[in-house]
């Protein structure tokens, strides 16, 4: 089994019509594992917090967990749960690869 543990740091700065004083300025981070159980099945998860002092006050926290699952060579099925702000959203796809 392989895995990839990780944590960084991100800034961020947005502006526009869409926030308080049409800019907010902010920092945090994310953190991750990717493994791998068996040599047909890979999973990420992440979960990264952002705050915004500056500007618009606000914060951001987003989480996700991603699954691929290999069925052949060229085929592989890849799930994805991701929340974001009390949003939830699942996406399932088949990719076919050539």
Known sequence: M???LYAFAEADASAGNAYEHDHRIGGGGTAGLLTSPT???TVHASVTALSFPLGERSSDVRSLLEQR???TQNLAL???FSRRDRQDEAMLSLH???
């Open 2 to 4: 392989h895995q990839v």
């Open 39 to 41: 040599p047909w099945w």
């Open 69 to 71: 699952v290999t069925l």
């Open 78 to 80: 890849r799930l994805e």
């Open 96 to 98: 076919y690869y050539f």
